[in-house]
């Protein structure tokens, strides 16, 4: 085993994503809970997760919430709702047998085709 602060604990060699998947996936086996985590079940807890996310920002000015979400007590609590909505997209993902690492890649590559720095640099690109 490795560690690091980036990593925390993980098997020589072990890819990060494929990590947090094998223990996204063992939390969910130890307590006899993939019988709940149909693809369905997943994207709806994932969608409240992304709901209780939503709300912290809810009524904060756009141009004050990287200041206001960089303050301690808000960045961990912004910091929840993330994890919670990361570990509902990983489980999903393995669910699906989907590899979210070469899945997420792919995405960016594809993206990086139709988006052209020369062509969107500095503007949001017009829906295709």
């Not at 997760?49 to 809810?58: K, N």
């Not at 070469?102 to 020369?118: I, N, Q």
Request: net charge negative.
């Amino acid at each position: 085993m490795t560690e690091s602060p980036e990593q925390g604990f993980a098997p020589a060699g072990e890819p990060e994503v494929a990590e947090l998947t094998r223990l996204v996936r063992e939390f969910s086996v130890e307590r006899d809970w993939e019988q709940f985590h149909d693809p369905k079940s997943l994207i709806l807890a994932m969608v409240g997760e992304v709901g209780e996310l939503a709300e912290l920002f809810q009524w904060v000015p756009a141009h004050e919430a990287v200041t206001r979400f960089s303050m301690e007590g808000r960045q961990a609590r912004a910091g929840e709702e993330i994890a919670d909505v990361l570990i509902y997209l990983i489980r999903l993902a393995d669910v699906l047998g989907l590899d979210l690492a070469a899945v997420t890649r792919a995405k960016l590559a594809d993206s990086s085709r139709r988006f052209a720095v020369d062509e969107v640099h500095g503007r949001a690109p017009e829906k295709e």
